[in-house]
């Protein structure tokens, strides 16, 4: 295999984490709704930490990104 | 970087990321200064923010028009987050956090006007931010509780032979702080750019081959992403601040 093809299979294979962040993202947002529909008084003073265990979880799929760009413009 | 041309279309997503020099200047010892469109936008990132906080605070009144109510808005969300987080003692440090969400959310905000330049989608900008917290954080840390910060990377409470793997995984989390703080300030920010060019690329594309009908489709969601970009552009900036927050409490107060 030509070393430019593998690259490009490199790149597609490590943007594959993006669907764990995708997972992560709908657990994080789903739990809250169904906590937020028990009990809607208690939502908004959770909403920070939704936010942030959003951002969290985003952070490790924009990691394989990173390596399927790295593998694209710099390698 | 291999810039390789997107076929069709013939748009290349990554051309709005390229830095180019404005005004020429010698290089200084190897390093090259000149003055280029990053630094143009991080200089109108800077300049607006503190024009803005200038103007909202000039004429303040008991009742605040408009201006000097975002003003007071913007200062009163960061302040509560710092008081919530790090508690009273962090209001110290209140100015460096306050200054560092003004300039994430201008260089953001910035990035979203058509032909500008985003300043937080290169690494190298979002890398020198965390580098500086952490730093920073970690010289609190060590000013305030001298050797005995090196406990933080110690959990109480963990039988003894589970002790030296634990260590060494809090050491290693806590070296990837920074990578992992200005990682996601740039994936985002890089991540949605290119999202958005893309998206225009297929309108310009599908409307240059005589498929105007067809060409609403990924207008409608490029408006759509455009809101969604604008919405990460303020998150991301909370979220950068609020975990700066949260580290910063761990070394002030060190309670696991």
Not at chain 2, 126 to 149: D, E, K, N, Q, S
């Amino acid at each position: 295999m030509e070393a430019e093809a593998a690259k490009y299979i490199g790149a597609g294979i490590a943007c594959i984490a993006l669907a764990g962040a995708g997972m992560a993202i709908g657990t994080i947002f789903g739990n809250f709704l169904a906590g937020a529909l028990r009990n809607p008084s208690a939502a908004q003073s959770q909403f920070p930490n939704l936010l942030l265990g959003f951002a969290l979880a985003e952070a490790t799929g924009l990691f394989g990104l990173i390596i399927a760009l790295i593998l694209l413009f710099v390698v | 970087m291999a810039g390789s041309s997107e076929g069709g279309a013939g748009i290349d997503p990554m051309h709005q990321f390229e830095v180019h020099p404005i005004v020429e200047l010698p290089a200084l010892a190897g390093i090259d200064t000149s003055f280029t469109n990053s630094s143009l936008w991080m200089v109108l990132a800077v300049g607006l923010s503190g024009l803005f906080l200038l103007m909202a605070s000039s004429r303040s009144a008991l009742v605040p028009g408009r201006l000097q109510l975002m003003g007071e808005m913007a200062y009163g969300f960061v302040a509560n987050m710092v008081k919530e987080n790090v508690g009273t003692e962090g209001m110290k440090y209140f100015p460096f956090i306050f200054s560092l969400f003004m300039f994430i959310l201008f260089c953001n905000m910035l990035g979203m006007l058509p032909y500008s330049f985003t300043v937080t989608s290169h690494l190298i900008v979002t890398f020198a931010l965390a580098a500086t917290v952490f730093l920073l954080i970690t010289g609190v840390g060590f000013a305030r509780h001298g050797i005995g910060f090196l406990k933080l990377f110690v959990p109480s409470g963990i039988p003894a032979i589970l002790l030296p793997l634990l260590v060494v995984i809090e050491v290693i989390s806590y070296l990837t702080r920074p990578v992992s703080l200005s990682v996601r300030l740039f994936g985002n920010m890089m991540a949605g750019h290119t999202m958005l060019k893309i998206f225009g690329g297929f309108v310009v594309g599908l409307g240059s081959a005589g498929l105007v009908p067809l060409a609403i489709a990924p207008f409608a969601l490029m408006v759509a992403f455009t809101g969604l970009e604008l919405l990460i552009a303020g998150l991301q900036a909370y979220v950068f601040t609020i975990l700066t927050c949260i580290y910063l409490n761990e070394a002030i107060h060190m309670d696991h």
